[in-house]
């Protein structure tokens, strides 16, 4: 372990943009392994090691952090963990109370869940903080969080379940070897599909899980195309991975923003941002090339003009830690320079999003997020833009991947950990209502037409609603969409019913 140890630390040193951005995180993670050494001197379980490192690394704020060890998990709380408001549910396997008379759980081994919160908030990156997804996995880690809140290991664990008025119950259940899912029901209620994509009368949707099926299936660029001209396409990007820009550039070219009110004020953008990788014996000049990025001399007079002024309004001290800068053309540059014909503006695109849309995924939200006729749904990405550097423990076999480069917009503002915003907060680890989805997607885009007749250009043109949870159980949407939740309706649990 000691062994282990020096060896995470000597690459963090080496090949970690997020350590050289900031000194101090590297220095917290030194100081945070001298006491783990000491209380290692005997034996610690892989697992808990494993543990260990993830907590170390956590301290690096960096979204592109993945820790993947050999062995098996350890047990896990044997229910489905679901927030709502200030509360959580407790949840079997169908989605549905383990008790419907106490749907809500305040104890485990009779500490307030409050005191399981904090604990497992360690575990988790500032850049996913806020992702529901991160805190239910770390929240539902039974032995990992009892281990690091020294209590003792069982095969049972005391569940406290109330319905949160003045009946509370306790449940003794035997712990479960893997975290409990959800049914994997995405949209309840839709109607239409990619296979009837011919149904103008319909929007359609389509979940893409890998960017790199543009590239290698025609059925569905045909789809995209003929529904590029329905009223409405909804593109589920929730769990999407591959670094295919086919489908950034199919945005761009069939979703631009008007060339009306104040888009005409806004010079063209050719280039979309800047970066930098980890300078290191280990990584050539061509090292961000596969993630879009070029040098300086492959650009043109203009896109070097809004590179250089870029690359000067950046406050980046450690100079001496990064390589050259590199540029990304936006998407927008190849239409500029074919100048290609665009999809009428009265189609919109909804996409929707979550922690997990990564690398090229991040790209399309944080595009998209600057197109007035796409409206992004679900959760906060975490910021995940830059190229990743691998490596595995040599004693544990613990395989660790982290963050060599970083990304800056053409404003000079770090992009990497920042993520993007969806205009529409909800949360990804629920079954979605079709007709709910809808609505509020519909009433997103009436307020946006709004906002953007009245907009300056220098002024953020998208706005972010807010659902507001109630004191009767009722969230509203700016008090014209309701989304009602009926936890005694246990087939219903899960869906959230959102009503216009």
């Known amino acids: 372990?000691?062994?282990?140890?020096?060896?995470?630390?000597?690459?963090?040193?080496?090949?970690?943009?997020?350590?050289?951005?900031?000194?101090?995180?590297?220095?917290?993670?030194q100081a945070d392994v001298e006491p783990l050494t000491y209380r290692a001197t005997n034996s610690l379980e892989?697992?808990?090691f494993y543990a260990e490192i993830v907590k170390l690394l956590a301290t690096l704020e960096d979204p592109g952090v993945i820790v993947t060890s050999p062995n098996e998990p350890l047990p896990v709380l044997p229910v489905i963990l679901k927030p709502l408001a200030d509360s959580w549910l407790a949840l079997d396997e169908n989605a549905t109370p383990i008790?419907?008379?106490?749907?809500?759980i305040t104890h485990i081994d009779g500490l307030p869940?409050?005191?399981?919160?904090?604990?497992s908030q360690k575990f988790i990156s500032k850049p996913l903080n806020g992702s529901i997804s991160a805190r239910v996995h770390w929240l539902s880690q039974l032995d990992i969080l009892r281990h690091d809140m020294g209590l003792p290991l069982k095969d049972q664990v005391t569940l406290s379940l109330s319905d949160n008025q003045d009946s509370n119950i306790q449940l003794i259940l035997p712990v479960a070897k893997h975290q409990i899912h959800p049914p994997r029901e995405l949209i309840a209620g839709m109607v239409n599909s990619l296979s009837d994509a011919d149904s103008a009368s319909q929007p359609l949707y389509v979940s893409i899980d890998s960017l790199s099926r543009y590239d290698s299936d025609p059925e569905l660029v045909t789809s995209l195309e003929k529904a590029s001209r329905q009223a409405l396409t909804i593109i589920d990007l929730r769990s999407a991975v591959g670094d295919s820009d086919k489908l950034l550039h199919f945005i761009a070219r069939h979703y631009p923003n008007p060339t009306s009110g104040y888009h005409q004020t806004q010079a063209p953008q050719h280039l979309i941002a800047l970066g930098q990788y980890r300078r290191s014996l280990d990584f050539k000049s061509d090292f961000l090339r596969p993630l879009g990025f070029i040098p300086f001399d492959e650009f043109n007079f203009f896109e070097q003009l809004e590179f250089s002024r870029a690359s000067q309004t950046i406050d980046l001290n450690k100079t001496d830690r990064f390589g050259l800068w590199y540029g990304r053309r936006s998407p927008q540059a190849k239409i500029l320079n074919t100048d290609e014909s665009a999809t009428p503006i009265s189609s919109r695109l909804g996409l929707i999003i979550g922690p997990e849309c990564r690398r090229e995924c991040e790209w399309i939200a944080y595009f998209a997020k600057s197109l007035s006729r796409v409206t992004l749904i679900g959760e906060k990405t975490s910021g995940d833009l830059g190229r990743r550097?691998?490596?595995?423990?040599p004693n544990s076999g613990i395989k660790i991947e982290l963050t060599a480069s970083l990304t800056y917009n053409m404003q000079g503002k770090l992009l990497s950990s920042l993520g993007t915003q969806p205009d529409i907060?909800?949360?990804?680890?629920?079954?979605?209502?079709?007709?709910?989805?809808?609505?509020?997607?519909?009433?997103?885009?009436?307020?946006?037409?709004s906002v953007y007749t009245h907009k300056s250009p220098d002024t953020e043109a998208k706005r972010v609603l807010n659902i507001v949870q109630g004191s009767d159980g009722t969230s509203t949407l700016e008090s014209r969409v309701a989304l009602q939740l009926d936890i005694h309706t246990s087939a219903d649990l899960a869906v959230q019913t959102l009503k216009p």
């Not at 282990?4 to 000597?10: F, H, M, R, S």
């Not at 907060?425 to 037409?449: H, M």
């Open 113 to 119: 869940l409050s005191r399981w919160e904090q604990a």
């Open 1 to 29: 372990m000691h062994q282990d140890l020096e060896a995470l630390i000597n690459e963090v040193e080496l090949h970690s943009a997020f350590s050289a951005l900031d000194e101090h995180r590297l220095a917290k993670i």
């Open 425 to 449: 907060p909800l949360p990804i680890t629920e079954v979605i209502n079709w007709q709910g989805l809808l609505s509020l997607i519909k009433s997103e885009q009436q307020d946006r037409e």
């Open 99 to 104: 008790d419907a008379d106490h749907p809500f």
């Open 389 to 393: 550097y691998g490596f595995t423990l």
């Open 46 to 48: 892989s697992q808990y």
